[in-house]
């Protein structure tokens, strides 16, 4: 998977990630990984600064939370949030079948 | 570094890694301090993961540190491409009002020494008269008025020229005094993590340390000059500028000298 592209849909699949349950940044990697069946192994990192960027532009909210002895900051959707994912979710499956149909593949 | 594992590299990677993370952060230092919080507790998580697969501690360390990625991965490039210019615009005026809030007060410390050099050695200890020739009648009229006391008109333009000498660093010093109240309630209000890493930690120690000292050999010269060619009149108000030069640039160069030897972050104080 190119990094690239991966980077460009970053914050759509953190918020795909975080929409049912909230959970920290670990937890949010692990998922996205888990969710793509180990193809967008990203450099961890990377997620933190898109974390940060999703909480100012109010589309995540976050509280610091004591789990298991350490302090973690658990990130969670916020309406705002769900509506980005919303119309992400809609620009995608636009673009996918789209492009789908123009370069000749199949569907998943 | 810590570098005490027998295999070579560090003994303490995450630790390594929160330090080099530490100098790439921007932001307020609220944001650095829980960005700093949230990537260990990552960290943690995942060397316990490792560990859990077999690893042992270091190179589990080792493997989560790898995943995580370059430090700089984890800074917002964004924020700190917008933030810079502002930043350092800042640290220069920060910097400008620290250099005359030094000097200011160097300058004042110079006027204490000359004020006693002067009650010891007279006005001409710290003064000099022109040279005959180059003051009119009317200079003359006009010394003799504001010190009617005076024998004679070299002697009150002797204590005038004091007395200006004196005002001066006053003068200076009040200002002083106004440059590093700005600096101080300014460096409040700026205390963000751009305008510290605008530019180096001691940059301010080393400007003070280079100037003083060239203001120590220009003044220094210009008193030699004095005790040679005037017989010492005049020569304390340059001695006691490089007296007060000589002790601001020490201080600073002994701190600066402290200051590379335990790098730090924060600027200025």
Redo the contacts between chains.
Sequence with gaps: MDANQLRGNLDTLILAALVDSPAHGYHVIGRIRDRSTGVFDLAEGTVYPALHRLEAAGHLRSRWEEIEGRRRKIYSVTPRGQRRLADDRTRWNTFSSVMTLAIGGETA | MNVDDPRGGSSEPIEDYLDQLLLTLTGSPR?VR??L???E??L???AEAARRDGLDEIAAERLAVE?????L????DTRLGRLLPLARRRRIVLVTLFLGAVGGIAIGVAGAIAGVARIVGGDRAIASPFPSGSYSAADCRRWMHLYPKAPDCVTAMTIDHAADFLRNCAVAAFGGVLSALAFLWLRRRWHEREVAIALPSSFEDLAVAVLSALVVVATMAQAADSFLVTKGVGAWQWVSLAIAAAATCLFFAVRLVHRLGRPRLSWVG
Excluded: I, K, L, P
């Design positions: 944001n829980h960005t919080a949230e990537v507790s990552h943690r998580d995942s995943r995580m990625g370059s430090s991965g984890v800074r917002d």
